[in-house]
């Protein structure tokens, strides 16, 4: 082959494509539809409330903030967050680790029940637990004779949230958990180390970026569901009004600051987020 | 402009727009990213076009996770609730929605009325997971006969 | 430490993966669990290991009954496929994993397991490598680093999955020798699961062969070769030409040779070495045809055609060393003489 030993043409080299290569103006095209897209559906919403929020200056942003009706639902929302996280946070592992360790009977359909949350409206996820424990509920009579509060207090909205959170760390960790197999799990173990053993030095340290991720999803949305809780809280202000129902009912009073600096919190969130889960899959990538 | 988006359906759909992207993007990205360019590569060599390749390479392949994206997506929109009340106005007969028709049953403490729109929106959500679970066995069934 | 299996049966479902398998390994030996893919020699390995339940049976090292014990109350060595090293832990901390996760009563000092991590690193001859990660180790390192990992519990035997499976050709004989040394050196009772049958003869001291579930024969490599017990062994175990007397002209194959009035069974197989090619008539020779050859290296391997007066050309393939080929000075088409030296029948 004497031609591949004669030197090669550098602009013929450039100017050729390679075989896998769109023509230019598709790549363009289609970036620009995807940009535009989530500019217009994602971008601006998001830049709205950050505008509306200080349309009045900072003073009136900050008054909105330090009212007491926003400091309590900011207060509501952190406690919903912390207990509801760790324990989804758990069963998320425990599930996952089930569902790819173990062969069992009906595992497909324990699969199935995990994407439930993800597929029931939220407004019916909170209304099955109105059905439940509400005052004409199935425990309604007990709960009142015992005295004890869930619907329309702090409990309700809590076991709605872990309803609707439930998802998130055992989907992010399943598809990684079979992928991952069982050798690294069985080599441990045939070298003497007890399950738990097991878990924490091997499997643990395998999956903590997509854990973490899991549970970054899981907060994000545990401090933003809006419809579950809506319906379980009964607005009732400084009491059952986490962040985003106060957003709903400060909006509703026409009190458009301190509905967009409640909304502007919740932007916050999304943003860090966000940034804290492109670091995570960052330090995954470059593990 | 002439063009109101607030308290119509065209706000509805923008507001589930907004909801729903992220399911099928994130169910496609995957499959996308693992997809074998080898795959493409021989398409190329076997003198199909860019178009052809995609056609009749690259979606077919993308194509199961489209469905459970669009499924994953549909179950959203249809359950949506917190966004839509915000910018539908909720005119009835106009931009009412039907998780925010159980809301007002509940609230005017028709329990039977809400539990019999939320029943019928369960048995839609279980039918779309059927669906979608039917669908993963599928894809799962076929790629294992290749 | 001896192994002894009695009697081990396993089930998938409706598959019977093992079926009534009995098993005698003494102390010292290397044995090689040799059969075709899924004819269940992983299975009865991770058997052995605890990796998996039996059905029945029970499996018993040095005269201890494991059969009810876990996988880490075993103290067995196991060598993965794919090696399983922890990806997140350098090559020092994956060899002293067995001994940091010892109860603490047990557990050496971080001297001792230092100590120890390094002369099994350098029994491997990887002991440079210890800092480094196994994503940035070749597929022979790993190997080595793996069985460095499993030996560093000193366990009672050691369990080796395919270990040479995913290896490069070249890479896979130096490993091959360099296993045998080591079980040289150390005289743990190992036992590796293969499909490649060269693989096998090589390293192993012995050997069993598996089909379907249950041993069809089990012995010393020469033992196996020499004498194979039936014919899925011999044809297994190395080339083989098979004569069927109903398919087969018995005119040819008594000038050959091969027809004896002792020989039991219908069915004849015969090795390409015990093929003797000859251009000049003589007693008990069958004339063939020489159609092509290839060469092995010091082998050449010849494709003949069997010239019958029934007129069927079935295919016949000799081996004969390369300088004894050349002096036959044979080009395609020649006319040649066969004669076969003996064969192993089977009904």
Excluded at chain 1, 11 to 31: E, M, N, S, Y
Excluded at chain 3, 228 to 245: E, M, R
Aim: glycine share 6%; net charge neutral.
């Amino acid at each position: 082959m004497h031609t591949a030993a004669q030197p090669l043409n550098k602009d013929k080299v450039v100017t050729q494509q390679h075989a896998l290569q769109d023509p230019i103006w598709v790549r363009w095209g289609l970036i620009a539809i995807a940009i535009s897209f989530i500019s217009l559906f994602i971008c601006v919403p998001l830049g709205l409330v950050i505008f509306q929020a200080f349309s009045k200056g900072l003073q009136a942003y900050w008054s909105a903030l330090s009212n007491t009706d926003t400091l309590s639902a900011i207060k509501l929302t952190l406690l919903v967050a912390v207990i509801t996280v760790p324990l989804n946070t758990l069963f998320g592992v425990v599930s996952a680790w089930a569902i790819t360790r173990f062969e069992f009977k009906g595992k497909s359909f324990l699969t199935t029940l995990i994407d439930i949350p993800f597929s029931v409206s939220p407004v019916i996820s909170g209304f099955i637990f109105v059905l439940l424990f509400g005052a004409e509920g199935w425990f309604g009579k007990i709960l009142v004779e015992h005295d004890i509060k869930i619907i329309f207090a702090a409990p309700g909205i809590i076991l709605a949230t872990l309803f609707i959170t439930f998802p998130f760390v055992a989907r992010q960790l399943i598809p990684l958990m079979q992928e991952m197999g069982n050798q690294e799990e069985e080599a441990a173990l045939s070298l003497g180390a007890s399950g738990w053993k097991t878990f924490f030095s091997v499997t643990l340290p395998n999956i903590k970026w997509a854990l973490l991720y899991g549970v970054l999803l899981c907060n994000a949305r545990a401090m933003g569901e809006f419809g579950a809780v809506s319906v379980v809280s009964g607005h009732i202000r400084g009491m059952t009004n986490t962040l985003p129902l106060h957003v709903e009912v400060s909006y509703n009073d026409y009190d458009v600051v301190s509905a967009f600096a409640s909304a502007s919190i919740l932007a916050a969130l999304a943003i860090v987020t966000l940034i804290l889960k492109t670091a995570l899959e960052w330090k995954q990538a470059n593990r | 402009m002439g063009l109101q988006v607030a308290f119509k359906p065209l706000g509805i759909v923008i507001a589930l727009i907004f909801i729903s992207i992220p399911f099928v993007v994130r169910t496609v990205e995957p499959v996308l990213l693992e997809f074998e360019t080898s795959m493409e590569e021989a398409g190329a060599s076997l003198g199909a076009t860019r178009l052809q390749i995609f056609t009749r390479i690259i979606f077919p392949n993308v194509f199961p996770a489209l469905l459970t994206g669009f499924a994953l997506a549909f179950a959203r929109g249809v359950g949506e609730y917190g966004s839509v009340i915000f910018i539908a106005g909720n005119i009835p007969y106009v931009s009412e929605i039907v998780p925010l028709l159980i809301v007002i049953k509940l609230e005017q403490y028709d329990i039977e009325g809400a539990t019999a729109i939320a029943l019928t929106m369960l048995v839609i959500s279980f039918l779309l997971l059927f669906l979608i679970n039917l669908l993963q066995l599928w894809v799962r069934k076929r790629s294992g006969q290749l | 430490m001896s192994i002894l299996l009695s009697d081990i049966s396993k089930n998938f479902g409706t598959f019977a993966a093992l079926n009534h398998i009995n098993l005698d390994v003494p102390e010292g030996e290397l044995v090689a669990l040799l059969g075709p893919s899924g004819c269940g020699k992983t299975t009865l390995l991770r058997i052995i290991a605890g990796l998996e339940h039996t059905d029945k049976g029970r499996v018993i090292i040095n005269g201890q009954d494991k059969t009810e014990q876990t996988v880490s109350q075993r103290g067995i060595g196991f060598v993965f496929q794919h090696y399983a090293l922890f990806r997140h832990m350098t090559v020092f901390e994956n060899v002293a994993f067995g001994l940091r996760v010892k109860p603490r009563k047990d557990r050496p000092s971080n001297d001792v397991i230092a100590k120890k991590v390094h002369s099994l690193l350098e029994l491997v001859q990887l002991d440079w490598l210890h800092n480094r990660y196994p994503d940035q180790l070749s597929g022979g390192q790993r190997q080595r680093i793996a069985l460095a990992r499993a030996l560093a519990v000193e366990p009672s035997v050691l369990l080796l999955d395919e270990p040479f499976g995913a290896l490069d050709a070249s890479v896979r004989k130096d490993l091959r020798q360099w296993l045998r040394n080591l079980h040289h050196e150390l005289h743990v009772t190992s036992i590796f699961v293969t499909h490649d049958q060269e693989e096998a003869m090589e390293v192993a001291s012995r050997v069993v062969v598996l089909n379907h579930g249950q041993i069809e024969q089990q012995g010393s490599p020469s033992d196996i070769y020499d004498h194979p017990a039936n014919a899925f062994v011999s044809k297994f175990i190395g080339q083989t030409n098979i004569f069927d007397l109903d398919e087969h002209d018995n005119d040819w194959l008594q000038t050959a040779g091969l027809l004896q009035p002792s020989q039991q069974g219908k069915i004849a197989h015969v090795r390409p070495h015990d093929i003797i090619i000859k251009k000049t008539d003589n007693h008990h020779t069958a004339p063939a045809t020489l159609k092509d050859w290839q060469h092995l290296g010091a082998l050449i391997r010849i494709e003949l055609v069997k010239n019958e007066s029934n007129g069927s050309d079935a295919p016949v393939f000799a081996e004969m060393p390369n300088d004894q080929f050349k002096q036959l000075e044979l080009t395609k088409g020649d006319k040649v003489k066969l004669k076969i030296r003996q064969a192993h029948w089977f009904h």
